[in-house]
């Protein structure tokens, strides 16, 4: 056992740590810089190295803890971990060795984004040379996704359900690695009695509880329902994964191997937001009442959203992710989730990417709901919010309002996610708007994001039809109820002015009607 006694002399508890070793009989270690499995947490220690993950289980002490009280929370800790392990211990394995399990042709199921079981998937990819045509399944990779590189060829083919990075995004343009389209709604009924039986789950869990339940902390989604669903279960154990609640709880008794790594989980920095994103999330902040729901999808833009939305009162969130922005809201009495018609007082969302204070603020906090996503997703329960907000990006928008966010020109760089499942939703909430927010341009402002046609091959992620506010730094553009000779003008008048007279061109020629000349403007604020 080792034992922070404390790096800071004003605050010696090597006193503490010697009675602790006396009374457990125990060969403590105190003082170590490194990781440690119990911190004797005082003032002092949460600005100097609280915040860093390498640490086990933190006790708080003061002038009133005494010895008996620190020594029984150790003994309940090493307790509840000893019989575990005791019940399940044809369970408890290496994860070199629970890959073993893996065989050729099995369907391997990974768990989702940062909740990625890196020391399983690690294995398993030490593993594939001895393995033929395994097909994994993942949705957004924030990993390395090794087993998409090329000497995977014939060991293991993957198939990418949202193709988050760089690896995966070559992987697929090079025809090694597949893509499937899918609602994030729908995609856990892939595995369950769906068109995807897994015949393995690898996925990711807390430590268990006193009753030998894991949480699936930071990724619910799909990968809760892949694990109960899976032939072969394996789990790692992770003291860095959260204990969320909501329906996110599965046995021990349920999976079949049991890895216990301790691993730091992947952390996601906010974004440094530019001005002109600063701008847009004006814009969308502008359209955003008190005590709204919001949702809130991938990118620079929510953060910029966010950032914006410091005056409004008792806004709420039901999501499919959040990340840090969501808590410093909270910590301001911004978000209260107070006014939500469904889980009120509650953050609900299915996944969750940020830092470390995030992961610290999401666990055993009962005020967050985490769900799989066929609830968290599924257009219904999204709109039995009132007021619902949905905010997402996306690549290009064409003159007809059809929003491509997940591909350039055929080249697939990402997936629709819950974008669609959002829209929909906020478009039968009371109240409820989707926004679908970009900058003008990309690529240094040498390419428009708004476009007379999309680039041939692009995918349609939000349809003409379900397509509410457009917003760029240069105003919204509220396309319900427009016809497609509006939504051209509106988009246009939205578009960077470096290619507002090109675009005016080609809608007099497809409209057959001259643009008035005193809609030509250098810069619009807000078309609504
Ligand atoms: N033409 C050419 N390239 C374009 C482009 C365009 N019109 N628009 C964007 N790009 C390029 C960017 O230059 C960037 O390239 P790089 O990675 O080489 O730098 C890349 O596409 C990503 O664009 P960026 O603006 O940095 O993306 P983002 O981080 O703001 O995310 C989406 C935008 C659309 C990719 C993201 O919101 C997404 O994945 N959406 C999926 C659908 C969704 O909203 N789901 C809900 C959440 S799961």
């Not at 002490?61 to 003994?75: K, P, R």
């Not at 240069?474 to 003008?489: H, M, P, T, W």
């Amino acid at each position: 056992m080792k034992f922070c006694g404390g790096c800071n002399p004003k605050y010696d508890r090597r006193k503490t740590v010697e009675l602790i070793e006396q009374r457990l009989n125990a060969d403590i270690k105190y003082s170590e810089p490194n990781r440690g499995d119990i911190c004797l947490l005082v003032s002092g220690c949460e600005r100097a190295c609280l915040k860093k993950p390498e640490w086990g289980q933190l006790i708080s002490v003061n002038q009133f803890t005494t010895i008996d009280s620190i020594i029984d929370l150790i003994q309940t800790w090493g307790e509840e971990m000893e019989d575990f392990k005791d019940i399940y211990k044809e369970k408890y394995v290496t994860a070199s060795e629970a890959v073993k399990h893996i065989k050729d042709g099995d369907r391997v199921v990974i768990g989702h984004a940062c909740g990625e079981p890196r020391a399983l998937t690690g294995a398993l990819c030490e593993r594939a040379h001895n393995l033929k045509d395994v097909e994994t399944i993942h949705m957004i990779g924030v990993g390395e996704s090794n087993y998409c590189k090329e000497e995977m060829e014939g060991h293991i083919r993957h198939n990418s359900l949202f193709v988050g990075n760089k690896n995966e995004r070559l992987a697929v343009k090079d025809g090694r690695c597949d893509f499937t389209p899918r609602y994030f709604s729908k995609i856990p009924a892939l595995f369950t009695n769906g068109p995807l039986p897994p015949d393995v789950a690898l996925v990711q869990v807390s430590r268990p509880d006193a009753h030998g339940y894991v949480s699936f902390g930071v990724s619910v989604d799909y990968s809760m329902t892949a694990a109960k669903q899976a032939k072969l279960r394996i789990a790692q154990i992770n003291q860095y994964m959260p204990r969320c609640h909501g329906e996110c709880f599965m046995h021990l008794d349920e999976f079949d191997y049991l890895v216990e790594e301790d691993i730091p989980l992947i952390e996601l920095p906010k974004s440094e937001l530019t001005d002109v994103e600063k701008e847009i999330g004006r814009h969308c902040a502008s359209l955003i009442q008190d005590g709204a729901t919001l949702q809130l999808g991938i990118g620079a833009l929510p953060d910029a959203v966010l950032l914006s939305l410091k005056n409004k009162k008792d806004l709420g969130i039901h999501s499919e992710m959040f990340s840090d922005g969501v808590v410093e809201l909270v910590e301001a009495g911004v978000i209260t989730n107070k006014k939500k018609t469904l889980h009120p007082g509650k953050l609900v969302a299915t996944f969750i990417m940020g830092t470390r204070k995030l992961y610290d603020y999401i666990d055993d906090n009962p005020n967050v709901y985490m769900a799989p996503a066929d609830y968290t997703n599924n257009p219904y329960v999204i709109a039995r919010n009132d007021n619902l907000v949905s905010i997402n990006s996306c690549i290009e928008v064409d003159f007809m309002g059809q929003v491509s966010a997940e591909s350039i020109g055929p080249l697939q760089i990402s997936g629709v996610g819950g974008q669609v499942d959002f829209v929909r939703g906020a478009n039968m909430s009371k109240g409820g708007i989707s926004i679908i927010a970009m900058t003008s341009t990309a690529k240094g402002g040498t390419v428009s994001k708004i476009v007379p046609s999309l680039e041939q091959g692009a995918a349609v992620t939000t349809g003409r039809n379900d397509v509410a506010y457009i917003v760029t730094e240069y105003g919204i553009a509220d396309l319900r109820g427009k016809s497609l000779r509006e939504r051209a003008k509106l988009l246009i008048n939205i578009a960077h002015p470096d290619f507002r007279e090109e675009f005016i061109e080609i809608w007099e020629n497809r409209f057959h009607e001259e643009w008035e000349r005193e809609e030509r403007r250098e810069k619009v604020t807000i078309i609504a």
